[in-house]
């Protein structure tokens, strides 16, 4: 089974890759850049077939390793 995580700052959080990523953008040139937020996407192959407790265990693999639960929020998409 396929699965995506999405994890993204929390937006009260900085983001300071993303302050350099649109300094850098606009050093080439690229003004009309406001703001870059930069988050991660992590795939997975996972075996089984019962996406309910694939839910539930990479539920756990993002709260004890994948997100940091201070920093970050994520989303399970299975698919």
Do not use: S, W
Request: hydrophobic share 40%.
């Amino acid at each position: 089974m396929r699965v995506t995580v999405n994890i993204t700052r929390r937006p009260e959080i900085a983001d300071p890759q993303g302050k350099t990523t649109t300094r850098a953008l606009h050093d080439l040139g690229y003004t009309e850049v406001l703001g870059t937020r930069v988050d991660r996407t992590i795939h997975l192959e996972v075996e089984g077939t019962d996406a309910e407790a694939a839910m539930a265990r990479i539920r756990e693999m993002c709260e004890q390793l994948l997100a940091n639960p201070v920093l970050e929020d994520f989303e399970i998409v299975i698919g």
